[in-house]
């Protein structure tokens, strides 16, 4: 009996300590607890107090030193100059943001993130040419990272929103132009693959559905036998049908489709549209 | 099938000699305070798998089975529930299974000699193990098995494109419909194998004849024992409930919540619905071969 009750005791110690350890799951504890509070801010900014917001960053500060080394800390202090930036505290975001820059300056992806967030908070300051200079910037400098790939689109889509539809048209033209020439930069590379995409994603946003298609049969060219091109076929049997209105070819582009990638996620949604056509 | 008046009957005197018996010999509790207690352990180490130094022994099954985001924090909460749901089918096949059998040798002799020795009623329930582990693993096996069946039967028939079922939609169907659709599985897979062990133990039954004639005791006693069986697994529905929102509760609460509502479908799960079921059912089983 007591040897029994020694053991319970000897385990209940044990899981005491595990629980005590100061491990990656704790520390994503402690940063989830962060982000909770700083979450109440990013939802009602102005109702928050100024102090409120000193306490979360404060806290967040702590934990970048506390954790110096650990993957949260980049976030912890990527969600500070969000703080700032939802409190409209903007000078303080873009020092906190140069900061991140300085501190992770061979990291490319960190930079880019927090020179987005810096062209942002220009936007955000009603200063679109600021953040415009920002942003073509970033364009250059980080050209190869996710945020440098989207951003040109990003841009075009600012003129969308602000109903500008001339600058939102040579915006989309200078993102066909970039996108072409990171292509002929890095040819051969995943990356000229997602240029060459994006290109035809440019083309069918401004409706010019011919160039789309000859973008979109130059990727099947160049890419056939070495890339999956379900999608590629699928967007262009696409355009056929529903802009161009030329049926057979939608069909050739389905049909090649289902014989080329039978395993494909996209095979029924073709063979619907076959069916559509009337084809069995 | 016995006719309703004397179902009603039989049920009522069921759950008031468990009660008794309950109250005045919670001898008859102890298993299943046993079983509650290593459930109990076992969630505290779940509890800590993804947590250094357990994680080197859980964390490659959870990764390469369940996805490596589940060994974070706060998502892992949401696969707490799901094993320990597994870590009890494990161990009532194991322990589960002796330790009701050790129950059901309690029940006979405080009915028949109004006298137990724990001791003694361990050492003969260590004696038909073999066969009572069969049995678990035999309902558990079936339960888990068509409880997947029926689960992905559900989402293949929607997948293929069907929009509704009974004309009720997909929401609708693997959302409350499928709980209440395997809760009438494990009713009905718990009843049909219910009389086993008490066959096993009183009849002194062989394995395969305790099955047979257990399923045949089912038939015979339909609706007493399906009432006995499911009358008590309501009680469990609440934390049904409570995991199948879990991402919700997580986010409104905090993600420790889901191990409160495990540890609490723990003490509902052995220490309320188990003793009620196995100690009725046996009762009933004894009424029945009195009479």
């Known amino acids: ?54 306490t979360a960053v404060n806290k967040f500060d702590t934990f970048v030193k506390k954790y110096p080394q650990n993957y949260l800390a980049i976030e912890a202090e990527f969600n500070i100059a969000r703080l700032y930036l939802v409190k409209k505290e903007f000078s303080a975001a873009r020092d906190r943001l140069s900061a991140i820059v300085k501190k992770h300056i061979k990291s490319a992806v960190v930079c880019s993130e927090a020179a987005f967030l810096t062209g942002n908070s220009y936007e955000l300051a009603n200063n679109w040419d600021l953040a415009l200079q920002q942003y073509k910037k970033l364009i250059q400098d980080y ?31 200078e993102a066909i132009t970039h996108y072409r020439e990171l292509a002929l930069k890095y040819p051969d590379s995943p990356l000229a693959f997602n240029a060459h995409f994006l290109v035809a994603k440019c083309y069918m946003v401004i409706k010019d559905w011919q160039n789309a298609v000859n973008s979109l049969r130059a990727m099947i060219e160049k890419y056939k036998g070495k890339v999956a091109l379900d999608e590629v076929l699928m967007n262009i049997a696409v355009i056929y049908d529903r802009q161009l209105n030329d049926k057979v070819k939608a069909r050739e582009a389905l049909e090649q489709l289902k014989k080329d990638y039978p395993k494909s996620r996209l095979v029924k949604a073709a063979t619907a549209l076959l069916k559509n056509q009337g084809v069995k | ?77 949401l696969l707490l529930p799901k094993l320990s749901a597994l870590s009890r089918m494990v161990l009532s ?11 059901i040798n309690i029940i006979f002799d405080l ?63 693997l959302g409350p419909l499928l709980i209440c659709v395997n809760f009438v599985i494990a009713a009905f897979i718990q009843s049909l194998f219910i009389y086993a062990l008490p066959i096993l133990i009183i009849d002194k039954e062989r394995l395969l004849g305790s099955i047979w004639k257990s399923m045949a005791m089912f038939k015979k006693l339909f609706v007493p024992t399906i009432i006995l069986v499911a009358f008590p697994m309501l009680i469990y529905l609440p934390i049904i409930l409570l995991n199948a929102n879990s991402g919700f509760l997580m986010s409104k609460l905090f993600p420790e ?20 079921i196995t100690i009725s059912t046996t009762f009933l089983y004894l009424i029945n071969k009195e009479s």
């Open chain 1, 1 to 54: 009996m007591k040897r029994s009750v020694y053991c319970i005791l000897a385990f209940c110690f044990a899981t005491s300590l595990v629980g005590c350890a100061n491990d990656q799951f704790a520390v994503e504890k402690e940063f989830w607890h962060l982000q909770k509070q700083a979450g109440k801010i990013l939802t009602n900014p102005d109702a928050t107090p100024t102090r409120e917001l000193e």
């Open chain 1, 143 to 173: 050209a190869i990272t996710p945020r440098g790939l989207s951003l040109p689109i990003y841009i075009a889509q600012q003129y969308q929103t602000k109903y500008q539809p001339d600058k939102m048209l040579e915006a989309y033209q």
């Open chain 2, 1 to 77: 099938m016995i006719p309703q008046k004397s179902s009603i009957a039989l049920i009522k005197k069921s759950y008031k000699i468990t009660l008794d018996s309950i109250k005045h010999r919670p001898i008859v509790y102890v298993p299943f305070l046993i079983f509650a207690i290593l459930e109990t352990f076992s969630l505290i180490v779940l509890n800590f798998a993804p947590r250094q130094p357990l994680v080197v022994v859980f964390g490659p099954p959870i990764k390469t089975f369940l996805g490596e985001r589940f060994l974070h924090y706060p998502a892992y909460f």
């Open chain 2, 93 to 103: 096949v194991i322990f589960g299974s002796f330790l009701t059998g050790a129950a």
């Open chain 2, 111 to 173: 009915y028949q000699k109004g006298q137990v020795k724990l001791g003694n009623s361990l050492q003969s329930a260590l004696k038909k193990y073999a066969a009572f582990f069969l049995i678990y693993l035999l309902v558990t096996v079936l339960f888990y098995y068509s409880m997947k069946i029926c689960a992905s039967a559900l989402l293949k028939y929607f997948m293929a494109g069907h929009t509704k079922l009974l004309f009720l939609s997909a929401k609708l169907w």
């Open chain 2, 257 to 276: 919540f889901m191990l409160i509502v495990t540890f609490a479908g723990i003490v509902l799960s052995s220490l309320v619905i188990d003793p009620l």
